[in-house]
């Protein structure tokens, strides 16, 4: 965009980044589906060439999704996995990746038996503490991957300290920004080098598309993404590509709202006998609420806390009872969307991990996570209310 566009707030960026309106005047950028282009000559050097490496639809998303992280550099997968797998094969045998210890399920299998042979010394660690941070650095390491706030105990790490940390000993800081979503949280404004975003979440927000992306503001690892992105091909479709630039048109009005109503349920929780413990890092007993209020802000520099809230009931209430009383609000994993959803954890998404590291982390069968959608915050509180004391 051109220099006073800039100057735009990210609402208005987030409708018109990327949007270019074409030679048709369509007011929309059009899907384009097509899997090759014609060449103008047999040694021409033309844009596009073949879907796997570039097409129309892909450039406006990246170009849009790039802006939305204040990134140089943007990267559409075809899912949250595909983007982080990218992330790890820019690393060689010998190499040392740290990443935080309670990451999504995906990313731990992803390291422990996927990629666990390819001889790069994953290490977990605890990232919420710098002392440990520091020790753990080795002449070898290459990356710490930070995933903040982290699923489902809203634990957070500080990426600014991180960054600071990582910087002095030419280390890359990568972060999987999908529990705040661009809205909530910038990453790269903090001195990391790569966002990761599972979009399927907050960006694409309507629970409807798969997708993945990498921000990247370090020009050595943009490089070596490329090359991993269009030679291993797990790019979106031109429609899931589309679906989500058309998404994220309403980003800020959809977080907005559900970040205002996760406040809203989150102090009723907190206040209700039958909730044993309230997670959420908008409340004052969130054990890192002065790093929430410091790292979450709005685009605008307003303070939030997210739309997640990790709660655990009185062990007297049935929960399969309780599950079946919502009708609203849906059983299922996932995440950020208008449409608000729960699920266990425990039983669920770390259902491979054993009872004993669970019970460590305070990953109870009590424990549900709440992710609040845009629904009117009277009705879920009453719908929660009834589930509580109809069991
Ligand atoms: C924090 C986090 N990272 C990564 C992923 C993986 O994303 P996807 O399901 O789009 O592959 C998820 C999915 O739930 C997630 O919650």
């Not at 605890?126 to 982290?150: A, G, V, Y």
């Not at 009705?379 to 589930?387: G, K, N, P, R, V």
């Amino acid at each position: 965009m051109a220099n006073k566009k800039d100057k735009l707030h990210f609402t208005t960026k987030t409708i018109h980044v990327g949007n270019k309106i074409d030679e048709t005047g369509a007011a929309v950028t059009p899907i384009h589906f097509t899997s090759t282009f014609r060449q103008p000559t047999f040694n021409s050097n033309s844009e596009y060439v073949y879907s796997r490496v570039g097409s129309p639809t892909l450039a406006a998303l990246e170009e849009n999704l790039a802006m939305l992280e204040n990134a140089h550099h943007a990267f559409a997968f075809s899912s949250g996995m595909a983007a982080m797998t990218a992330i790890f094969m820019m690393f060689k045998p010998g190499d040392h990746v740290l990443i935080s210890r309670n990451v999504y399920g995906g990313v731990f299998r992803l390291v422990t038996k996927v990629l666990n042979d390819n001889k790069v010394d994953f290490e977990f660690i605890d990232t919420t503490n710098l002392e440990t941070l520091s020790k753990s650095i080795r002449d070898n390491t290459k990356l710490i991957h930070l995933e903040t706030p982290s699923n489902p105990l809203l634990e957070l790490a500080d990426i600014e300290q991180v960054s600071n940390i990582a910087q002095k000993h030419n280390i890359l800081v990568s972060v999987d920004n999908t529990f705040m979503g661009s809205y909530g949280q910038r990453p790269l404004d903090l001195g990391a080098d790569i966002v990761m975003h599972s979009t399927t979440k907050f960006l694409s927000g309507h629970s409807d598309v798969l997708s993945g992306a990498l921000m990247v503001n370090n020009e050595d690892a943009a490089e070596k993404i490329t090359l991993i992105q269009n030679t291993g091909g797990a790019l979106p479709s031109p429609f899931d590509a589309w679906l989500l630039l058309r998404s994220v048109k309403t980003l800020s009005v959809r977080v907005e709202k559900q970040f205002k109503n996760a406040e809203i349920i989150a102090k009723w929780l907190d206040s209700n006998s039958r909730v044993t413990k309230v997670i959420y890092p908008g409340l004052q007993s969130h054990k890192q609420f002065d790093l929430a209020t410091k790292q979450h802000s709005s685009p605008d520099g307003d303070p939030v806390y997210g739309s997640m809230i990790s709660f655990e009931l009185d062990s007297s209430i049935n929960l399969d009872n309780f599950a079946k009383n919502l009708s609203i609000i849906t059983l299922a994993e996932s995440l950020g969307g208008v449409k608000s959803l729960i699920s266990c954890p425990y039983s669920m998404t770390h259902a491979s991990v054993p009872h004993e590291e669970k019970t460590e982390l305070g990953i109870t069968p009590n424990l549900l996570r709440f992710s609040v959608g845009i629904e009117h915050a009277d009705d879920l509180i009453s719908e929660l209310d009834y589930a509580m004391n109809h069991n």
